[in-house]
């Protein structure tokens, strides 16, 4: 497999589930993020890895923990969400050094909180 | 504050040209990001561009005006596989993994 790849695609959960949505990437690349994109709303920056280490965490509610155990792979774990929290959430990564370094998309993980 | 704006929708017919604006107001600025993004998909990069002028790369092509905030995406020879968000993002500066996103455009191309 080449790129970002993200896991599960598409996920209903209940508002007292526990679940983790996985990314991992065949590139490279030693910064991985996390982001929200909800309709009619720009993308949201979640969190920033670096080299394994969180580097940004943008006031990002407790019920969302990220975990990056190395730099192939990210973990959003998710528990007691709410409706509003029903969205796509997307991983990227790109090679943190130097300016204009684009970032590769996963495809995704359409979350719905019912 | 922070500001990006770009047109909602666009429509345009297959073949022709179509220019999708983008402005910006940040405190900083990194260079500018365009992405496409079709329905249900990750997006993609298509371009950077950190100086003044047009950056072409096939049938797309960006222009950038630091003065005026400024960019704009030129999608030439408009093939109906074109119809998707465009997403313009800026780079914050000082920090280069931090990007400030616009809504997106939704182009339709029209056969």
């Known amino acids: 497999e080449t790129g970002v790849t993200q896991t599960p695609r598409h996920l209903v959960m209940g508002m007292t589930n526990k679940k983790s949505l996985k990314c991992e990437q065949h590139l490279g690349h030693n910064a991985m993020y996390w982001y929200k994109q909800s309709a009619k709303k720009p993308l949201e920056l979640m969190f920033v890895?670096?080299?394994?280490?969180?580097?940004e965490n943008n006031s990002v509610p407790s019920r969302f923990s990220p975990e990056c155990p190395n730099s192939s792979h990210l973990f959003l774990h998710l528990h007691t969400l709410q409706p509003e929290d029903s969205a796509l959430y997307l991983c990227?990564?790109?090679?943190?050094?130097?300016?204009?370094?684009?970032?590769?998309f996963g495809q995704g993980t359409r979350l719905t909180v019912v | 504050g922070q500001n990006i704006d770009q047109p909602t929708e666009m429509t345009a017919t297959e073949g022709a040209i179509v220019q999708i604006n983008c402005t910006y107001q940040?405190?900083?600025?990194?260079?500018l990001f365009w992405y496409q993004q079709h329905a249900g998909e990750a997006p993609t990069f298509l371009s950077y561009?950190?100086l003044d002028g047009l950056e072409e790369k096939g049938r797309f092509s960006s222009f950038l005006s630091r003065s005026k905030g400024y960019s704009y995406l030129l999608l030439k020879e408009l093939q109906m596989k074109d119809s998707a968000s465009y997403l313009c993002?800026?780079?914050?500066?000082?920090?280069?993994?931090?990007?400030?996103w616009g809504l997106g455009t939704s182009l339709a191309v029209n056969p």
């Open positions: 993002a800026v780079m914050h500066a000082g920090n280069n993994r931090k990007l400030i």
């Open positions: 890895y670096s080299l394994e280490e969180r580097v």
């Open positions: 561009n950190v």
């Open positions: 940040t405190s900083g600025f990194n260079g």
């Open positions: 990227a990564s790109s090679q943190d050094e130097g300016e204009g370094t684009e970032a590769f």
